[in-house]
């Protein structure tokens, strides 16, 4: 509908987590290259942010930049048992027929992983919304997959990401044995407001538009209302440029902004 007016190829600010559109500010650019390290390093990360902030899509594109060498089993849901959590990583793993005893099951989670190191592949276990984990065992078991390796090295990495509160969580004295495991806690902090005028301009040029579309005063209002949130920001561009194609304007401005701010409860 507006993509023609405007000029676009597709949707600038789709809330799906494609790494084409992942805008590398200071922050980002530094949790992907640590990301990066302790995975060629294949031991555990901890990777926090406010909802919204690109922690999904970092995952994404750090799963393009290592390329085949690495197997990526993505863990959306972790509200699971230990048990319940070996099993489905056992799957993630192509293992065909979970066993149902925690012995078994580590046995076939060990030969899996043993046989992708002798196919010159590292599996990369993903627990994202990990704050959501109920289970406490669950992080024993976490912690427990880094013992699959050999004299000189880890067979598997592990990225373990939630919102803030994981933080305090693992903050616990009875997550003492995994903390000693982490090689890497990183928090994903918003844009700042020079980085949210760099965002808008960026997502709008790898859709196919022109930097520019949002005046100055506009980005301002829009980095006050979203606090320099990625998914507040794609929402609160995405209709402004419903209302800019709507009123055939060529540049938004911050009225449009203030026209949308009631709608979206900002």
Avoid: W
Avoid at 49 to 58: A, F
């Amino acid at each position: 509908m507006y993509k023609a007016y405007f000029g676009l190829r597709e949707k600038p600010f789709s809330k799906t987590p494609d790494p084409r559109f992942l805008f590398l500010s200071r922050g980002h650019e530094e949790a992907l290259a640590r990301l990066e390290f302790v995975l060629e390093e294949r031991d555990i990360a901890v990777l926090t942010g406010d909802i919204g902030c690109g922690k999904t899509t970092l995952s994404r594109a750090l799963m393009d930049r290592l390329g085949n060498g690495y197997r990526f089993c993505f863990i959306v849901n972790p509200r699971l048992n230990a048990i319940e959590f070996l099993r489905t990583t056992a799957r993630l793993l192509d293992v065909n027929s979970p066993a149902a005893s925690k012995d078994a099951l580590l046995d076939q989670i060990h030969t899996a992983v043993y046989e992708s190191y002798q196919a010159g592949v590292c599996p990369v276990v993903v627990v994202d919304e990990a704050q959501m984990i109920s289970d406490a065992e669950v992080f024993d078991e976490i912690r427990l997959l880094t013992n699959f390796q050999l004299d000189d090295r880890n067979l598997l990495s592990v990225v373990v990401m939630g919102q803030p509160e994981l933080r305090g969580m693992l903050a616990s004295p009875r997550f003492e044995p995994l903390r000693q495991r982490i090689a890497l806690h990183y928090h994903l902090a918003p844009l700042s407001l020079d980085e949210t005028m760099e965002y808008l301009d960026f997502r709008l040029e790898a859709a196919g538009g022109r930097a520019g579309l949002f005046s100055p005063d506009a980005v301002q209002k829009m980095y006050d209302l979203t606090g320099g949130v990625p998914r507040k920001i794609n929402s609160m561009a995405t209709n402004a440029l419903l209302v800019a194609y709507g009123s055939d304007a060529a540049l938004i401005d911050s009225a449009i902004i203030d026209e949308i701010r009631d709608e979206l409860m900002l």
